[in-house]
């Protein structure tokens, strides 16, 4: 039997959400020395040098990190170098499908 | 229910060892990681995988996937369990998965190798066990136009949901989702307690919805920011012009001014996607030659060679 539910218990996670490395810790259920490491090597970046608060995007940059990690076997220094890589292909993928535009024009 | 061929599944023929199955898995997992591939149906194949790993790395498992193997047969084929037959391996531990993972396998997975899946231990139990329910993932596309002014959807999804015998099975649940304005690709919506069930006393999980804005035929989207190729005439590029461009909003008036350049870009700020901050709109010039199909077009091409001294190749090097 199908339900059908109209439900007003929406959250968008967007560029204004910030999180502490506490409700990372809890989000992504890390301990807190692998969280340490992880901004350590940059995968990732506080909203400032004197904050501790991470945006929407680097919650998500953590979540690719963990699953690279747990599915991949890949350690710390090997994950930001993928995040970067993976960064760039999308990049210059952008850039790619915006030329093929300009040349189709 | 399909009978499933892990061997296949992981390129393997059926002699393989321990460390063949290890270095199997590295290149497929590599291969097909939603986050790493964008084939089509990668995650697909990657919860194949990671089901099938599961079952032949553990020698118990495989011993048992193999017995039943040589029972039912080919991939693909419908598997009933053997009359009698009772799993005698270890059953499905669930600290060896994440909690993220146990919903994700097969309908066979489950039957052959969950019967003492958490719930069903729960169950068991004198003292009171809580688990939250897992929270799930999904994904929803929409056209541009949508992003810019939102829309109401209604989703058709499979939600998992314990069965009164304890095992976990699927359930087909409409829902209807309201997309706000502004959303970009790969934002996320999550709707709280409609992810999996949860266990004993404990929340119901959540439902995470990953948005894909669609390409659009007019705009190159980049985040918040969209960007509008323009053509001009070369005399309007030369002398400017005022035109009226479309945005996501609907058209504006622009003034090009004087001397216009290919590849410049003109930033409309605010007229990208709605949110704090807006994106913008970036128009891109660029100037679309006409063809000479006139005597008199020619000339005036001609008179144009005459009154400048105009070299484009300057800095390339190249000589009449």
Not at chain 1, 8 to 35: F, K
Not at chain 1, 90 to 104: A, M, P, S, V
Not at chain 2, 15 to 35: G, M, N
Not at chain 2, 164 to 182: A, F, T
């Amino acid at each position: 039997m199908n339900s059908h539910d109209r439900h007003n218990a929406i959250d968008i996670q967007g560029e204004d959400q910030s999180y502490s490395l506490s409700e990372l810790q809890e989000i992504c259920r890390l301990e807190q020395h692998r969280i340490i490491e992880l901004i350590e090597y940059e995968v990732i970046v506080a909203e400032s040098e004197d904050s501790n608060r991470f945006s929407y995007v680097q919650l998500n940059r953590l979540k690719t990190a963990c699953r690279l990690q747990r599915d991949l076997e890949i350690n710390t220094p090997g994950v930001a170098l993928a995040l970067d890589l993976l960064d760039t292909i999308e990049q210059l993928k952008n850039d790619i499908g915006l030329l093929r535009r300009i040349h189709d024009s | 229910m399909k009978f499933i061929d892990y061997y296949k599944i992981m390129e393997l023929d059926e002699s393989a060892v321990a460390d063949e199955i290890k270095r199997s898995y590295r290149k497929l997992a590599r291969k097909y990681h939603p986050d790493v591939s964008k084939e089509a149906n990668s995650e697909e194949r990657f919860k194949e995988v990671g089901e099938a790993y599961q079952v032949l790395k553990d020698p118990d498992r495989r011993r048992e996937y193999d017995e039943l193997r040589k029972y039912s047969g080919s991939a693909g084929a419908e598997f009933t369990p053997p009359p009698g037959w009772q799993p005698h391996a270890s059953g499905f531990d669930p600290g060896q998965y994440s909690s993220a993972d146990e919903a994700d396998f097969s309908d066979f997975f489950e039957q052959i190798f969950a019967n003492h899946s958490a719930h069903h231990r729960a169950s068991n139990q004198q003292t009171e066990f809580s688990v939250r329910g897992q929270d799930l993932n999904t994904h929803f596309s929409l056209s541009l136009r949508d992003a810019y002014v939102g829309t109401t959807v209604t989703l058709k999804l499979l939600i998992p949901e314990y069965a009164p015998d304890g095992s976990l099975r699927q359930k087909e649940k409409s829902l209807q989702v309201r997309i706000p304005s502004g959303v970009v690709n790969g934002q996320k919506i999550r709707l709280r307690g409609q992810g999996g069930p949860a266990i004993g006393s404990a929340n119901p999980g959540d439902l995470y919805i990953e948005i894909a804005v669609q390409e659009d035929e007019q705009f190159h989207l980049d985040g918040k920011n969209v960007t509008y190729l323009l053509p001009l005439a070369p005399w309007e590029a030369a002398l400017g012009v005022k035109l009226q461009v479309p945005t996501l909003g609907g058209p504006i008036n622009l003034t090009i001014p004087p001397n216009a350049k290919a590849g410049q870009k003109l930033r409309l700020k605010g007229r990208g996607l709605p949110g704090k901050p807006s994106g913008s709109q970036f128009v891109v010039l660029s100037i679309a030659l006409p063809e000479v199909k006139n005597d008199e077009q020619r000339e005036a091409y001609e008179a144009l060679s005459r009154l400048w001294t105009f070299n484009p190749r300057e800095k390339s090097g190249a000589k009449i």
